[in-house]
Every structure is written in C-alpha cells, then in structure tokens.
C-alpha cells in the first residue's frame, strides 16, 4: 500500500516536470501568440536548465571584418613569407581580382617598422600604384592614410639630417676656433719666455 502511494506521488511529480518542460519548450510553437513577438537582439533562453552556463556563438562575421592580413604577419613575424605570398599573388591577378590586397599588403611590410624589410620608399611605390589603379578601395582608403604617415615621418627624417648636419658643421667650426685659441695661447706663453729670457 505504501509503495503504492509512493509511486502515484512520484508519478505526479515527473508528471508536472514533464508538463513544465513541455510547457516552456514546446508551446511557443503549438500554442497562438497572444501578441505578436516583439523583435529582440537577446536570444530566448536554453529550454533545458543546466548548471553550466551556455555560451550564444558568436555573431556571423562578414569576410571583410575577418583577421586584417597584416595584424597575421605582426604576431607570426613570417615578413619573408607574408612578402613572397603577396608578390605571387601580385604577379597571377593582373587580370583578375586581388591586386589591391597584395598592393597593399606590399606597401605594408615595407613601411612597418618591425619589419625587415622596412624601406619607406618602397613603401610608397606600393600605396601610390595602389591609389593610382584601385582609388575607391577599403584598401585604397587604408593606403591613403598609411603613404600621409610615410610622408610625415620622411619629412621628419628630412629635418632631422639637416640638423645633424648643421649641428656636426658647428661643432667642426668650435673645434676649429678651439684649436687656433690654444695656438695662440702657446705663442703668448712663447712670447712670455723669450721676453723673460731677453730681460735677464
């Protein structure tokens, strides 16, 4: 008798879960709406309670928001490969799509400072063929901004020669006047004796 009871009270209780879970999970799509849905940006939670959290994945990335092809190259540092795969890339796509990107990724390992193969004026060879052949780019914007920064540091690099030249022609002009001080400061101290000598 008793375990009879007991089973008719268990039996309740799954059935209740059970109803509960059928509940939640399956009449959003048996039962008529009350109201239309609300458009919302937040997923529905997981129908089944887990102790562990669930993680939504992550939103779809469109192919141009992927990993920028230079940010790889920044954390592998493969410069001699990055360059190899890009002057490929840039002698088979004359006739078809591509260029730009190997353009610009030209101009890039040849402008960042890291690279080994940082050379400014190659750099720019890139990013103006890449603005001259391909100027309404994403690419062509990114090289636009890249060849103003070159231009910048080049000028900078410009002043800075000519006053390290400067600087060394002064220096030269004080070690020169320098060297004709202590001249004539040994011809006084010359004089100074012979005329001691001439008074005895």
Not at 3 to 22: D, F, P, Q
Not at 71 to 78: D, G, I, K, L
Not at 103 to 120: E, I, K, M, R, T
């Amino acid at each position: 008798m008793l375990s009879r009871s007991l089973r008719r009270a268990c039996g309740a209780r799954l059935g209740v879960i059970c109803l509960g879970v059928l509940l939640v999970a399956g009449c959003a799509t048996s039962c008529p709406p009350a109201a239309p849905p609300a458009q919302s940006a937040v997923p529905p939670p997981p129908a089944v309670e887990s102790s562990e959290r669930v993680v939504p994945p992550p939103p779809a990335v469109e192919s141009s928001e992927r990993v920028f092809p230079p940010q790889r190259v920044m954390e592998s540092r493969e410069y001699a490969k990055f360059l190899t795969e890009n002057r490929r890339m840039l002698e088979q796509c004359k006739h078809s799509t591509g260029c730009e990107s190997a353009l610009f990724n030209l101009g890039f390992v040849h402008a960042y400072p890291q690279s080994p193969y940082y050379d400014l004026t190659k750099a720019l060879q890139y990013f103006d063929e890449l603005l001259k052949k391909y100027p309404r780019t994403p690419w062509a914007y990114e090289g636009r901004a890249w060849r103003a920064l070159i231009n910048e540091n080049l000028a900078l690099e410009g002043k800075r020669r000519r006053l390290e030249t400067e600087f060394r022609a002064k220096d030269d002009t004080v070690r020169s006047l320098q060297m004709q001080l202590d001249r004539a400061r040994d011809i006084d101290i010359e004089f100074d004796k012979k005329q001691l000598e001439l008074s005895r």
